[in-house]
C-alpha cells in the first residue's frame, strides 16, 4: 500500500517509488491492482476485508486449476482434497500474507484455460496482464512460445507476442512516459539480489558462494540447458524436432489440454528447480501444478504423495535448514527426472491424420 501510494500523490517515476519493504519492483498492474485494493479496504486499514478479496481469489484459482484437471483426465479425484486442504503455507500466502505472487498466478491459470480452450488472442493478453502483476510468470514464456509457433507458425506467433507486448505497454504507459529507463530497470530487473536469509532452498550454501555471480551464470546455464533438453528430446520430438517443428506448425490444431498445459507446467518447474532463490512466498507458483506434473511420471502413486508430503514439509520447515533444502532439492530431482522418463501427451500432426484416416 505503501508502493502505490505515491502513484496516488502523483509520482509516476518508478525510481522515487516504494515503503519500508524497500523500493517498487513490480509492473504497472501490480500497481493498478493493488490501487483498488488501497481504495477497498481504506488504504489498507480494514485488513479483514482485504483477507475476504483474497480468500475469494483463493476460490476462483481453485475453480481454474480443477478445471484444467478436468479436461487433462490425468490426476484422479481423491488428490483435489489435498489441493484444497493439505498445504498450510499455501493458505496462509492467500489470506494472511495477501502476496501479489497469488493475483500473478490466478491470472495465470486464467489464461491457461483460454489457451485449452483455443482462445490464443485473449489468453495471450491475460497472460501478459500476469506478467505484469510479476514477472515470475514468464518461466511459462518458453514453453508458450513452443506451443504458438506449434499452433500458427512464425507469423502468426509474432502477432501473438506484439499482442503481449502492447499490453505491457499500455499498462507502462504512464510511467515510461515519465523515465522509461527506470520504469523498465525496476520492474523487470533481472539481476536483482535475494538476501540468503530468507532462502528455502540453497540454505547448505555459505552466503558468499550464495551471492556469487559465478553461482548464478551456473544457474542461468542448467537452467537454459534443461529447457533445451526437454525441448530438443521432449517436447518437439513427437514433430521429427524443432526444425520439422516449424514446417508442421500449421497441421497442429489437434492438440489437446495435455498437448498444451505439460510443456507449460514443467518450464515453470525447470524454473523453480534452477531458481537463484526460492522465498516462501513462491510456493505459490508451482503448488497447484506439482499434483499434474507427478501424474504425468511414471511414480507408483504412493511415491508421488510421499513427495508431494516432503515437499510440503521443506515449505513449512522456517527457518530453512540444511536438511530441509536438501530434501526440497531432491524432491525436485526426482520429479525432474520421472518428467524426463514421462509418457510424452503430445501426438505428432501427422501421425493424428493417419489415425483418422484409418478410422474414416
Same mark, same amino acid.
Given at each position: 500500500?505503501?508502493?502505490?501510494?505515491?502513484?496516488?500523490?502523483?509520482?509516476?517515476?518508478?525510481t522515487?517509488?516504494?515503503?519500508?519493504?524497500?523500493?517498487?519492483?513490480?509492473p504497472? &498492474?501490480?500497481? $493498478?491492482i493493488?490501487?483498488?485494493?488501497? $481504495? @477497498?479496504?481504506? +488504504?489498507?486499514?480494514?485488513? !479483514?476485508? +482485504?483477507?475476504?478479496?483474497?480468500?475469494?481469489?483463493?476460490?476462483? =484459482?481453485?475453480?481454474?486449476i480443477?478445471?484444467?484437471?478436468?479436461?487433462?483426465l490425468?490426476?484422479?479425484?481423491?488428490?483435489?482434497?489435498f489441493?484444497? %486442504?493439505?498445504?498450510?503455507?499455501?493458505?496462509?500466502?492467500?489470506?494472511?500474507?495477501?502476496?501479489?505472487?497469488?493475483?500473478?498466478?490466478?491470472?495465470?491459470?486464467?489464461a491457461?484455460?483460454?489457451?485449452? #480452450?483455443?482462445?490464443?488472442?485473449?489468453? %495471450?493478453?491475460?497472460?501478459?496482464?500476469?506478467?505484469?502483476?510479476?514477472?515470475?510468470?514468464?518461466?511459462?514464456?518458453? @514453453?508458450?512460445?513452443?506451443?504458438?509457433?506449434?499452433?500458427?507458425?512464425?507469423?502468426? =506467433?509474432v502477432?501473438?507476442?506484439?499482442? #503481449?507486448?502492447?499490453?505491457?505497454? @499500455?499498462?507502462?504507459?504512464?510511467?515510461? %512516459?515519465?523515465n522509461p529507463?527506470?520504469?523498465?530497470?525496476?520492474?523487470?530487473?533481472?539481476?536483482?539480489?535475494?538476501?540468503?536469509?530468507? =532462502?528455502?532452498n540453497?540454505?547448505f550454501?555459505?552466503?558468499?558462494?550464495?551471492?556469487?555471480? !559465478?553461482?548464478?551464470?551456473?544457474?542461468?546455464?542448467?537452467?537454459?540447458?534443461?529447457?533445451?533438453?526437454?525441448?530438443?528430446?521432449?517436447?518437439?520430438? *513427437?514433430? &521429427?524436432?524443432?526444425?520439422?517443428?516449424?514446417?508442421?506448425?500449421?497441421?497442429?490444431?489437434?492438440?489437446?489440454?495435455?498437448?498444451?498445459?505439460?510443456?507449460?507446467?514443467? +518450464?515453470?518447474?525447470? &524454473?523453480?528447480?534452477?531458481?537463484?532463490?526460492?522465498?516462501?512466498?513462491? $510456493?505459490?507458483w508451482?503448488?497447484?501444478?506439482?499434483?499434474?506434473?507427478?501424474? #504425468? =511420471?511414471?511414480? *507408483?502413486?504412493?511415491?508421488r504423495?510421499?513427495?508431494?508430503?516432503?515437499?510440503?514439509?521443506?515449505?513449512?520447515?522456517?527457518?530453512?535448514?540444511?536438511?530441509?533444502?536438501? +530434501?526440497?532439492?531432491? #524432491?525436485?530431482?526426482?520429479?525432474?527426472?520421472?518428467?524426463?522418463?514421462?509418457?510424452?501427451?503430445?501426438?505428432?500432426?501427422?501421425?493424428?491424420?493417419?489415425?483418422?484416416?484409418?478410422?474414416r
Open positions: 500500500m505503501q508502493e502505490v501510494e505515491g502513484v496516488i500523490n502523483g509520482t509516476y517515476d518508478y522515487k517509488l516504494g515503503g519500508d519493504t524497500g523500493p517498487l519492483v513490480y504497472a &498492474g501490480f500497481v $493498478y493493488f490501487l483498488v485494493l488501497y $481504495y @477497498a479496504t481504506s +488504504a489498507g486499514s480494514n485488513i !479483514r476485508l +482485504a483477507q475476504y478479496i483474497f480468500a475469494g481469489l483463493y476460490l476462483f =484459482t481453485i475453480l481454474l480443477f478445471n484444467l484437471y478436468r479436461k487433462t490425468k490426476v484422479p479425484p481423491f488428490v483435489f482434497f489441493v484444497c %486442504c493439505s498445504s498450510y503455507r499455501i493458505h496462509s500466502i492467500y489470506v494472511l500474507r495477501l502476496f501479489n505472487d497469488t493475483v500473478a498466478m490466478f491470472f495465470l491459470y486464467l491457461v484455460n483460454l489457451f485449452v #480452450c483455443h482462445r490464443w488472442t485473449l489468453g %495471450c493478453i491475460i497472460y501478459s496482464v500476469a506478467v505484469s502483476v510479476k514477472m515470475n510468470v514468464l518461466l511459462f514464456s518458453p @514453453a508458450l512460445l513452443m506451443l504458438l509457433l506449434l499452433r500458427f507458425g512464425i507469423v502468426g =506467433t502477432k501473438h507476442l506484439s499482442t #503481449c507486448a502492447s499490453v505491457q505497454v @499500455a499498462l507502462g504507459f504512464p510511467f515510461l %512516459c515519465t529507463v527506470g520504469y523498465v530497470g525496476r520492474s523487470f530487473e533481472l539481476g536483482r539480489q535475494f538476501l540468503f536469509k530468507w =532462502t528455502v540453497w540454505r550454501l555459505s552466503e558468499e558462494f550464495f551471492l556469487s555471480r !559465478r553461482f548464478h551464470l551456473l544457474l542461468l546455464l542448467l537452467h537454459l540447458s534443461a529447457l533445451l533438453l526437454f525441448f530438443w528430446r521432449r517436447w518437439s520430438r *513427437p514433430f &521429427g524436432g524443432p526444425f520439422r517443428l516449424l514446417q508442421h506448425s500449421r497441421a497442429s490444431g489437434f492438440l489437446s489440454a495435455n498437448d498444451l498445459i505439460l510443456p507449460l507446467f514443467t +518450464a515453470n518447474f525447470i &524454473g523453480m528447480c534452477f531458481s537463484r532463490s526460492l522465498h516462501y512466498q513462491f $510456493y505459490v508451482y503448488y497447484h501444478t506439482l499434483p499434474y506434473l507427478l501424474w #504425468c =511420471t511414471r511414480l *507408483p502413486v504412493v511415491f504423495l510421499l513427495l508431494l508430503g516432503v515437499i510440503e514439509l521443506t515449505w513449512n520447515q522456517y527457518p530453512s535448514t540444511v536438511l530441509s533444502s536438501a +530434501a526440497l532439492h531432491i #524432491c525436485h530431482a526426482v520429479l525432474l527426472i520421472g518428467l524426463w522418463h514421462g509418457t510424452s501427451v503430445i501426438v505428432s500432426p501427422v501421425v493424428l491424420e493417419s489415425a483418422r484416416r484409418k478410422v
